[in-house]
């Protein structure tokens, strides 16, 4: 899926290098060819990552990875394992407290660079432009301002060039480089052999190439200016590139640090690092969660905004699951831990998202080969247009320039940074909103897709039943209706039992202990509640006891039918008192994503096991027209074929193990979270939290993102197909290209910085 080459055999392993030296993206595209040639591995390099995810089968030693990567003329090596916890803290401690040339270090050493260029560059540039500030001898002055700036801040490019040309290969440092030390050389003739060196030599500035007498030529600004403007140029992507990923590096600092684990009885206080499946640990008002658990003690409200983009804190008691590094707000919780490590939530949340900013479209595979060819046809189109000149026009000086423009406004940079950028500023925020965006190949489905399916329980229900309604007979006080059969049904495990007790609980109190309970299996419960005879149930238990059911009862239990609820009867002392309705809840928010759904030019679709009845209660509470009920869970795939047989394109939204293959055969598949490991697996498009509206801010965002990555491709292949040809013409003085290329690559990445405000 994100590999170029495919191989045959069992792929046994995947490993993730980090690779150094990458200076643009023809270097990508040579190292992933590299590797790709090995036997028994696929890999894909990302440039902006600045990793390499390579699959290898078992013959295939890591070291032999590396080992190629280096004869490429690059450096390679594994992540290092996590740290111990102490050094971790201490090492987040320093990067927090400390500056940013300490965070990172290789930024402030290019900054550095490029302050002591751009000092020095800038005087040479403005007495070659300003002729009214050359006094006498000005070009020596120059000369020596520019000598260190093409010799030591341009190292970097001569340094990546050399080493390429020994492996037979030319990137984007070859052709500054070359483009730059022309320049110079050229200068250099000039002031010592020829008469640019003469007191009182004065010298004019075009935006064109210039055509006047070689030896009296310098080109110190070209040289000197282009070395500031590509290394402002690639300080600012670097800088960009950084805060692109630093969503990611959030995620993976949002857990705890520390826990309080209970320990015979006693509260000790150990690094999560050491917390293991099954320890019981205590959380505190104001304090994280360390790990994904149970709670066995307690109750609060957890506030997962951070993790999941949700405001509003969630209420949760004994027996609720809870997520590491959300925040406990209130009450004291005491937690059994049920994933640790990399099982977690947050865990696989980013790796899900550095999976998927690792990946690369189909777009982007096209670039990346373009790329890995450019910078031999660019130096093959300079060489042309240096000869073409002097044939054309007998012009050396013209015909240097027109070359050395070609040469320096030729950068695949942009080309390169187009794709990976965007899904890092993407990807990251989707993580921020609670979206996790499985890879590249999912943006596409996303703009295709007319038709969304959605199943009903989990989705756009809550998944479990509630009190919808209480109807007690004539006389009968509907608290003490409430009060007699919940007390009875608390008593029984059953689900519509619960959802009595916990709507009758909340609705009427403290619920009295029941004596002779009995449980009447297919009818319903029984027993004596402060001194009543209670009955609970089906209606054939109340004819069992020679019960009849009044009209306005009779009418109420026809009605919730009707309308999908399930009616339970309630009778004591000889008589029906009510009649109580239980229904699987529709969400609150599922109203208001269906719509917005709609706005983004999706039709809906209910799919559901469920009966007729129900169905189409839930679809006309949220706005649904089209209904497929009665499905069996292994039929839901089958829906899904129907659909696209029609021509249509699917999206599916599940969160059930029974919809793990539909959403697998859904041209996307989004997994609401809070479903089962096998939802998630199968899906495109993780929803974190269980909130349907998520699934329209998913897709908005998907489309977002591909829309950013084709407006970035379009301005990188027209910004060469444009100003190539405007260099070899001799219609661009080379600063210029040299200032027109170095913010090429600017421009894409801060196009898609601009993901970072969606909301």
């Known amino acids: ?34 590797l790709n040639r090995m036997d028994g591995v696929t890999a894909t390099v990302n440039y902006a990552t600045e990793k390499a995810r390579v699959s290898h089968t078992p013959d295939v ?110 990137t984007m440092d070859t052709l500054v480089s070359v483009g730059t030390g022309a320049a110079f050389a050229w200068s250099l003739w000039a002031l010592f052999f020829g008469h640019a060196g003469m007191p009182g030599m004065r010298h004019g500035f075009e935006f064109t190439a210039s055509r ?98 949700e405001s509003v804190p969630v209420e949760v008691g004994v027996g609720d699951s809870v997520t590491g590094a959300t925040v406990n707000t209130s009450g004291r919780l005491a937690i059994e831990a049920t994933r640790v490590g990399a099982d977690t939530q947050l865990a696989r949340m980013a790796q899900l998202v550095e999976q998927a900013q690792n990946g690369k479209a189909q777009v982007q595979r096209l670039a990346d080969r373009i790329s890995g060819i450019f910078v031999p046809i660019v130096l093959l189109l300079a060489l042309g247009t240096w000869v073409t000149w002097l044939l054309i026009t007998d012009d050396p000086t013209a015909a ?34 609670g979206i996790l965006i499985k890879g590249p190949e999912v943006l596409e489905s996303t703009r295709r897709v007319d038709t969304v399916v959605l199943d009903k329980t989990g989705t756009v229900t809550t998944g479990r039943m509630t009190l919808a309604g209480v109807h007690p007979a004539e006389g009968t006080d509907a608290r003490e209706l409430l009060r007699l059969a919940g007390s009875l049904e608390h008593a029984s495990e059953h689900p519509i039992a619960r959802a009595i007790a916990t709507g009758a609980a909340e609705r009427a109190g403290s619920l009295p202990v029941p004596e002779d309970f009995r449980n009447l299996a297919g009818l319903g419960v029984q027993g004596v509640v402060d001194g009543h005879a209670v009955l609970v149930g089906r209606e054939q238990l109340l004819a069992d006891w020679s019960i009849a059911l009044p009209e306005d009862l009779a009418r109420a239990k026809a009605t919730a039918e009707a309308a999908g609820s399930t009616a339970v009867l309630v009778a004591w002392d000889g008589a029906a008192r009510g009649v109580l309705t239980v ?15 709609r706005a983004l030019g999706l039709t809906p679709v209910l799919l559901t096991g469920d009966n007729k009845a129900v169905a189409e209660s839930v679809a006309r509470a949220v706005g649904i027209d089209e209904v497929i009920a009665e499905v069996l869970p292994q039929d839901k795939v089958d829906v899904v074929r129907r659909l696209q047989a029609q021509g249509r394109t699917v999206a599916m939204v599940g969160d059930g193990v029974n919809d793990a293959a539909a959403l697998a055969q859904a041209d996307l ?39 950013i990555i084709k407006g970035n491709l379009f301005w990188a292949f027209g910004y060469n197909v444009a100003a190539l040809p405007l ?33």
């Open 1 to 34: 899926m994100t590999s170029s080459t495919v191989h045959d055999g069992p792929i046994a392993a995947e490993v993730e290098l980090t690779i150094g030296g990458m200076t643009c993206a023809s270097c990508a595209a040579r190292i992933e060819k590299k």
């Open 61 to 170: 030693r890591v070291a032999d990875l590396i080992a190629t990567v280096v004869k490429t003329g690059y450096t390679a090596e594994e992540p290092p394992p996590p740290a111990p916890e102490p050094a971790a803290q201490a090492a987040r401690a320093a990067a927090d407290a400390g500056t940013a040339a300490e965070a990172d270090p290789e930024l402030a050493a290019l900054r550095q660079r490029l302050r002591v260029s751009v000092a020095l560059a800038l005087p040479v540039v403005l007495l070659a432009m300003v002729p009214a500030l050359q006094f006498d001898n000005w070009q020596w002055l120059s000369l020596t301002l520019a000598a260190p700036v093409v010799v030591w801040g341009a190292l970097p490019f001569h340094r990546a060039a050399w080493t390429n040309a020994k492996h037979g290969a030319a």
């Open 212 to 309: 006047t007498d070689g030896a009296s030529s310098i080109y110190l600004e070209v040289a000197a200016g282009v070395v500031g403007f590509i290394l402002l140029g690639r300080y600012l992507e670097a800088r960009s590139k950084r805060k692109a990923g630093a969503a990611l590096k959030a995620l993976l600092h949002l857990g705890a640090k520390d826990v309080t684990v209970l320990r015979g009885g006693a509260e000790v206080r150990i690094p999560v690092s050491a917390l293991a499946v099954g320890d019981r640990f205590v959380v505190r008002p104001g304090e994280k969660i360390a790990t994904d658990g149970t709670v066995v003690e307690g109750s609060s409200a957890v506030d997962a905004s951070m993790l999941t983009g």
């Open 400 to 433: 240097f320039a027109a070359a050395v423009a070609v040469l320096i406004i030729a950068c695949p940079c942009a080309l390169g940074l187009a794709t990976p950028t965007a899904l890092l500023v993407g990807t990251g925020r989707g993580a921020q909103l």
């Open 583 to 597: 229904a699987d809840a529709v969400k609150e928010t599922s109203a208001e994503a269906v719509t917005r759904l």
């Open 669 to 707: 598949g989004l997994a609401m979270g809070t479903g089962t490991d096998a939802a998630i697996e199968a899906g495109d498009l993780t929803l974190v939290r269980g909130d349907l509206r998520v699934a329209a801010d998913a897709i908005r965002l998907s489309r977002r993102t591909l829309a």
């Open 727 to 759: 260099a070899a013409a001799g219609l661009l003085n080379p600063m210029i290209a040299g200032a027109a290329m170095a913010f090429s690559s600017v421009f894409v990445v801060s196009n898609s910085l601009r993901l970072r405000s969606f909301r």
